[in-house]
DNA sequence: GATGGGACGTTATAATGTTACAAAAAAGTC
DNA sequence: GACTTTTTTGTAACATTATAACGTCCCATC
């Protein structure tokens, strides 16, 4: 069992490493913030957790509920998409506008807002965070008078390991 | 008739202003890349880029569908998904990927990226620039070995005037 | 005026997301 | 424990956004 205020976790989604560690990991913080903040982490919203955690790709609504139904569940669109509104909801998965799918967040307790970088080929997805460049665009923001209230930063390209594929 | 090559539009989208000159400004521009570039605006694509360019509310491609069919036109969807294809690939036009919708580029000369201040009460959207910013962001990604190809940065919360209007 | 490539029309369909209401399960109250 | 209340889930239908496939037309060029 891990400690519960990491510093902020390393970035390992492009790297080789036991992702079995990342999906208990990932459970297990689930859990305890919700035991934390009286929420229910119902078997559904568990499922679909795992299910996002299963790898660093994010995943599409209708995806996860193929993969529920293959799994013996017979849930609808419905279902699914509450599963998902609770887990977005409580910080414990992030939503990609740029492809329409969701991926697991790091970092729940944070309350940071989650920035990606996402390879076109393996499609694998990379929280970043960025402290100044967030504080320099808070300032952007103001100097139009701009209230920020949530940001969006979704960069697409190759990671290292598609690019020396390239080459 | 303006300057071909301005250094950089003023960001007037959440001010008052002539909003008239906007939209002939950005079809002249259009029709002017067009001839450079030896591309067709043709009737469809001029009439799309005049509606998206009716307002600075980034507009859904339904939208634009059902207002072309108003004027008379009887168009069906992928009639608009070709325009809109056309004007994102020459720039004419941004897609909003966190409202699925699309804005009038204010500058398609330049190869930058658009960003985005999108105000969540009046819905007008402001295309912003952030040299500092993106170089920034290519360090950040350049340290974890990703080469970024593209990058989404969409901003919400709320412009002055809706500020002022909810106090 | 042939002809070849790009643009458009048309029909159907895929993919993503939501509404509305009923049933079931869990939690709170006495 | 029996009752009420709230939350969660099931279910069917529907709404929105986007694409596929194929045929026709236009028109720039030779």
Not at 9 to 35: E, G, N, W, Y
Not at 73 to 89: N, Q, S, V, W
Not at 123 to 133: D, F, G, I, M, N
Request: charged content about 15%; proline content about 5%.
């Amino acid at each position: 069992m891990l400690q519960k205020s990491l510093p902020m976790p390393t970035p390992i989604s492009f790297s080789v490493h036991d992702h079995r560690a990342c999906m208990i990991q990932a459970i297990d913080q689930a859990k305890q913030l919700c035991a934390k903040r009286k929420l229910r982490l119902t078997a559904i919203r568990q499922q679909v957790l795992q299910l996002i955690w299963q790898s660093h790709k994010p995943i599409g609504a209708y995806d996860l509920l193929a993969l529920i139904n293959q799994q013996g569940g017979k849930a609808a669109p419905p279902t699914i998409y509450r599963a998902l509104d609770f887990l977005l909801e409580h910080g414990l998965i992030h939503r990609l506008a740029s492809v329409n799918a969701f991926i697991g967040c790091i970092c729940p307790e944070h309350g940071h807002q989650g920035s990606f970088l996402i390879c076109r080929q393996c499609h694998r997805a990379q929280e970043v965070t960025h402290p100044t460049l967030t504080s320099k665009l808070q300032k952007l923001a103001q100097a139009q008078g701009f209230a920020v209230e949530s940001t969006i930063l979704e960069v697409s390209g190759l990671c290292q390991a598609c690019q020396r594929e390239q080459a």
